[in-house]
């Protein structure tokens, strides 16, 4: 067994982001501009949205954050979507999501404008991303295609089975495996919670990426020897032993796991990691004008 190391894969791709902002700078590039709108005050939220804003000060962009109570309304939301749209020193923004629920998050999502749109959310981007047009694809999806292709995982020919069609990580990554493409070329299994008979479905997978939402989910039975595991899951669980009073587990049961597999991302220090480096590289691409000009 290989660990898919998110830490170290991550910690890589953010330096060479580093320099190649700082090659873009020295050549009269406009500095990187990221900037965040969160909404609330949801603990992981507030986590995720400060580790991309730490992110970003690492590697040199500029970042800014707008805050809003949870009782904001839509049309005010709106209204900063607007603005940033404006502004002509941001190149990307993200709403973090979940938006509370007196706010439609598909109204917001298509109120970015799809050339800032960095979390790659817009339907534009989306539909692009179909058609193999120049498009943000979405961070975590980046962010495993990323890893399979730094630890040369070849795709071509396999079964990949995704467990979760979520707009955000299932259905995106269920398209990208299967494009003519690499990584790609794979036929894809797309399960949810209506799957009959996941766990043989699972058994004839080569790369198995699980996003559901269901803590150690996965045990060694849905695993066949020698595939390639990719735990998407963060789920928060209470634990008294730790400060935080709580501790992230991941979809699969690692320890069960990892054994019968050829390479596996552990949870915290997987995915997630490489979540934000998707971000990353869209805002370079968004200042660098390279996906719209
Ligand atoms: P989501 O929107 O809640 O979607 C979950 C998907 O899993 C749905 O399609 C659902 O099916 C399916 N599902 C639920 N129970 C199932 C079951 N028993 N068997 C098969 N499928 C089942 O979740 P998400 O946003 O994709 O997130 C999934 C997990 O990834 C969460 O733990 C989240 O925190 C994590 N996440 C991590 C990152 C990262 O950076 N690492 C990024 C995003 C999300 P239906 O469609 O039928 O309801």
Not at 114 to 125: L, Q, S, T
Not at 254 to 259: G, H
Request: charged content about 20%; hydrophobic content about 40%.
């Amino acid at each position: 067994m290989q660990l898919l190391d998110g830490k170290a894969i991550s910690s890589q791709i953010k330096s060479e982001i580093k320099a190649e902002v700082e090659q873009w700078m020295a050549a009269g590039g406009k500095k990187p501009h990221l900037a965040a709108i969160l909404v609330g005050q949801d603990g992981a939220s507030e986590t995720y949205v400060a580790s991309k804003i730490r992110s970003c000060e690492e590697i040199g962009f500029t970042s800014t954050l707008l805050r809003f109570d949870a009782n904001t309304t839509e049309a005010t939301l709106l209204e900063a979507v607007e603005s940033l749209n404006n502004d002509p020193d941001v190149d990307g923004f993200i709403v973090q999501l979940p938006l509370p629920a007196h706010i439609s998050e598909n109204k917001v999502m298509e109120a970015v404008n799809p050339a800032k749109d960095v979390d790659g959310f817009h339907p534009v981007n989306v539909g692009r991303m179909c058609k193999g047009l120049p498009a943000y694809i979405s961070a975590t999806p980046f962010g495993i295609l990323e890893m399979l292709i730094r630890a040369g995982i070849e795709t071509s020919g396999k079964h990949c089975v995704v467990i979760g069609r979520s707009q955000i990580v299932g259905l995106p990554m269920s398209i990208l495996m299967q494009r003519n493409a690499y990584p790609g070329n794979c036929t894809v299994t797309i399960t949810h919670s209506k799957t009959q008979n996941l766990k043989e479905i699972c058994q004839s997978a080569d790369i198995l990426i699980v996003a559901l939402g269901r803590p150690e989910f996965v045990t060694a039975e849905y695993v066949k020897e020698g595939a390639v595991v990719v735990d998407v899951g963060i789920t928060r669980v209470a634990d008294a032993t730790k400060k935080s009073g709580f501790s992230i587990r991941g979809d699969v049961n690692f320890n069960d796991v990892a054994p019968k597999s050829s390479y596996i991302t552990p949870v915290p220090g997987g995915v997630g990691l490489m979540t934000i480096c998707g971000l990353l590289t869209n805002t370079l691409k968004a200042a660098k004008r390279e996906i719209y000009s």
